[in-house]
């Protein structure tokens, strides 16, 4: 299948590095983050899901679960995290999805349906597999980027996205170019300069299709 935005993402159950999940379960009312990549030990991953175990105190507090997942077991899931925590200086002390029959990353449209696993197989064979999805406590897909396997995701970004997302779905506001938190908020075409008056105070109007005002969370 092919994941849209506001599309429900795909329950599944499956093993992992802390033991078996049944996904929409796990997810509960929290903000999730599932970040995928073609193969334990391998370099840029490794310093990407260190940077993830980095930022754990600001998922927990967004209300963010973080989970990994990766075409491999969970006994190599566990050794890995080892390399990751060394290399990060602080524990990964979140799951990592064993998905050695593809299931999970066919369904999540990261590969194709006749994709499988060849003998002596190097990442490049999984190279797709290189993914990010922000889902939110309605189970729903809000965001989704991929990366080909020589440039490290920004998680940095992907924080900024989760702000800007919670911010919007909270306030029922749209967020411009490079926001972060603090920064002004873009009020809908949707809401008229009255409604928008009495729900946000005052406003700058650069055209009558952008009107700005405070973030209404800062």
């Known amino acids: 299948m092919s994941l849209r935005i506001n599309q429900t993402v795909p329950d599944f159950k499956a093993d992992t590095s802390e033991g078996p999940i049944s996904f929409h379960d796990w997810i509960g009312d929290s903000w999730t983050i599932l970040f995928s990549h ?23 507090k967004r209300g963010v679960k973080v989970i990994g997942i990766s075409v491999d077991g969970v006994e190599d899931h566990r050794k890995w995290k080892g390399d990751i925590g060394t290399f990060a200086g602080t524990e990964a002390n979140f799951p990592i999805i064993a998905d050695e029959s593809l299931d999970v990353s066919k369904a999540y449209d990261m590969l194709p349906a006749d994709a499988y696993l060849p003998d002596g197989r190097t ?8 993914s990010v999805y922000i889902i939110g406590p309605d189970k729903q897909l809000k ?65 009558p299709y952008l009107r700005m005002t405070k973030d209404p969370s800062a």
């Open 38 to 60: 073609p193969k334990d030990f391998t370099p840029v991953c490794t310093t990407e899901f260190g940077a993830v175990a980095q930022l754990d105190a600001e998922w927990k």
């Open 143 to 207: 965001l989704s980027m991929t990366y080909p396997m020589n440039v490290g995701r920004n998680f940095a970004e992907i924080l900024r996205a989760v702000d800007a997302l919670q911010t919007a779905a909270k306030h029922g506001v749209a967020l411009p170019a490079n926001w972060e938190q603090g920064r002004d908020v873009v009020i809908p075409a949707t809401v008229s300069d009255a409604d928008a008056k009495a729900k946000f105070g005052d406003f700058k109007t650069h055209f």
């Open 123 to 130: 990442p490049n064979d999984t190279a797709t597999v290189r």
